[in-house]
């Protein structure tokens, strides 16, 4: 298996723009999750999905911030408008089950907002 | 705000000594633990994952737990130079559908 994929590794933007960042999750895993790392913060939880659906969104920072997955195999995190305070590695990771099973991360994007 | 707090380290040990990581967790009501391993410019991955009071081995990995005292702990046997990563510990949140909460991490470095 080819594991957590993401895309891209690398994004660099200008503040204001729109920013999408893409998942594809380990194939058969029903949990899909969406972190965010800083120096200063750690690594927090933004979302979750259990087949396909959101169940917890409350680490969302703002309504700048919006999650999807329209099917098993694909999630996208999109940020809109993008501000330097944004700048981060995102992880996306899958799990069979819930949190109590294990959490396979995606190599992350890291993003640069100028 | 739930918490899990752990020293930023960085930790450094000689190779082949014990190195010693502490966790501490704000949620009593937390009943599974993980300890996760990233090297620099990585991402993390699961080494350790711990559910009841005492000890649990794997390798030259053990990790304990102390629920009374909300604290959790990762021992390295044997340190070697690639052990050199930063470890962070997780917990889950026992008021919430189960998320995650991580602590920032434990810079180790085992030096040759």
């Known amino acids: 298996d080819a594991g957590v994929i993401q895309s891209p590794r690398h994004e660099v933007t200008e503040m204001g723009q729109e920013v999408t960042l893409r998942c594809k999750p380990i194939?058969?895993?029903?949990?899909l999750f969406w972190y965010r790392q800083t120096m200063m913060r750690g690594l927090e939880l933004l979302i979750y999905?259990?087949?396909?659906?959101?169940?917890?969104d409350s680490g969302m920072p703002e309504d700048r911030f919006s999650a999807k997955m329209p099917n098993a195999s694909f999630s996208t995190l999109k940020i809109q408008p993008s501000e330097p305070r944004d700048s981060a590695v995102y992880f996306c990771?899958?799990?069979?089950?819930?949190?109590?099973?294990?959490?396979?991360f995606g190599p992350g994007t890291r993003l640069t907002v100028l | 705000q739930k918490e899990v707090e752990q020293n930023s380290g960085p930790l450094s040990v000689p190779e082949g000594a014990i190195a010693s990581l502490n966790c501490t967790y704000s949620?009593?009501?937390?009943?599974?633990f993980f300890w996760y391993r990233q090297y620099s410019g990585k991402s993390p991955e699961l080494i350790m994952f711990?559910?009841?009071?005492g000890d649990k081995e794997d390798g030259r990995f053990t990790a304990q737990l102390n629920k009374a005292s909300q604290y959790v702990s990762l021992l390295i046997r044997d340190s070697q130079p690639s052990d050199s990563a930063t470890y962070l510990c997780?917990?889950?949140?026992?008021?919430?559908?189960?998320?995650?909460?991580f602590g920032k991490g434990t810079k180790l470095s085992v030096k040759p």
């Open positions: 999905f259990n087949n396909n659906v959101p169940i917890d």
């Open positions: 711990i559910y009841s009071n």
């Open positions: 990771a899958s799990s069979l089950s819930d949190s109590t099973d294990t959490q396979y």
């Open positions: 949620d009593r009501g937390s009943q599974s």
């Open positions: 997780a917990v889950i949140d026992g008021g919430s559908q189960g998320n995650l909460i």
């Open positions: 194939s058969g895993h029903d949990y």
